[in-house]
C-alpha cells in the first residue's frame, strides 16, 4: 500500500523583513517544518479512480508526489499548428478522434486549432486524452480541474471518468475542489483536510455506492468530513 511520513523543513532568510516577521510574531524558526503521515490503502483492491482533495496548503500535492509521483502527467509540449498533429506518432485519426470524444472533446473543427487558442475547458480535456493515449492505464492530474469553471469542471469529470473505466485503466485526481467528487465517483479518497482515506467502491458500483457518494459533496469540507466520520474504514 502507498504509506507516506513526509517531513518538509524550511529555512528562513536572515533578511531585515524575514526578522521583523520572526520578531513580530513570536515564530521560532526550528518550528518551519510540515510533516504529512498517512496510507492510502488500496493494495489488492480493485478501482479504476481515486481522489486526493482538501484545500490549499494540506499536502495534496507533496503526499501525490511521494505516493504517485510516476503517474503525474505534467508540462505536456504543444507546437504544431493543429493539436490533433501533437497527438501520439502513429496513432491513427479515427483513434485519437475517438479518445477525444471519449473525454468530452467532441468538436472536430476544434482539433483543428492550436492548442494555445482553445479553452480552458477544451485544454483540460486536450491534456486527459493525451494523457490516455501516452501513459497508457496509470495516470494522476494534479490542480485538476482548478483552472476551469465549475459546470465544465463537473461534466469533464463525468467524461474522463466514463472513459477510464471503460478502458480498465486507472486514475487519481489531485484537487481542492470537493464539488468534483459526485462526477468523478472515486473508488476511492483520501482527505488531506482530514486525514483519513476511505475505499468506498461497492460490488459491481451498485446503488450502495451511489447512496455513498450522494451523501458526502455538499458545501465541502464540513458536510464532507462529517459525513467521512460516519464511514467504517
Aim: hydrophobic share 35%; glycine share 10%; aromatic share 12%.
Amino acid at each position: 500500500m502507498p504509506n507516506f511520513d513526509i517531513l518538509k523543513e524550511y529555512e528562513a532568510s536572515e533578511s531585515f523583513r524575514s526578522n521583523s516577521i520572526v520578531d513580530l510574531f513570536t515564530i521560532e524558526r526550528c518550528n518551519l517544518s510540515e510533516r504529512f503521515s498517512g496510507d492510502i490503502d488500496i493494495e489488492g483492491r480493485e478501482w479504476n479512480i481515486g481522489l486526493i482533495v482538501g484545500g490549499s496548503g494540506s499536502g495534496k500535492s507533496t503526499i501525490a508526489r511521494e505516493c504517485f509521483g510516476d503517474w503525474l502527467v505534467d508540462g505536456f509540449s504543444y507546437k504544431s499548428a493543429s493539436v490533433i498533429d501533437d497527438m501520439p506518432d502513429g496513432m491513427p485519426p479515427n483513434k485519437i478522434s475517438e479518445i477525444f470524444t471519449s473525454v468530452g472533446f467532441a468538436s472536430p473543427p476544434s482539433w483543428l486549432k492550436p492548442y494555445g487558442v482553445l479553452s480552458n475547458g477544451e485544454k483540460m480535456r486536450v491534456d486527459l486524452a493525451r494523457a490516455i493515449m501516452e501513459r497508457g492505464e496509470k495516470f494522476a492530474f494534479d490542480e485538476f480541474t482548478s483552472v476551469v469553471d465549475r459546470r465544465v469542471a463537473k461534466t469533464g469529470s463525468a467524461a474522463i471518468a466514463k472513459a477510464v473505466r471503460k478502458r480498465g485503466g486507472q486514475f487519481i485526481a489531485v484537487t481542492c475542489h470537493h464539488d468534483v467528487t459526485e462526477w468523478l465517483e472515486p473508488d476511492w479518497i483520501y482527505d488531506t483536510d482530514q486525514r483519513r482515506f476511505f475505499f468506498a467502491r461497492a460490488n459491481g458500483r451498485g446503488q450502495e455506492s451511489k447512496s455513498m457518494f450522494t451523501r458526502l459533496i455538499h458545501d465541502g469540507g464540513v458536510k464532507f468530513g462529517k459525513a467521512l466520520q460516519s464511514i467504517t474504514i
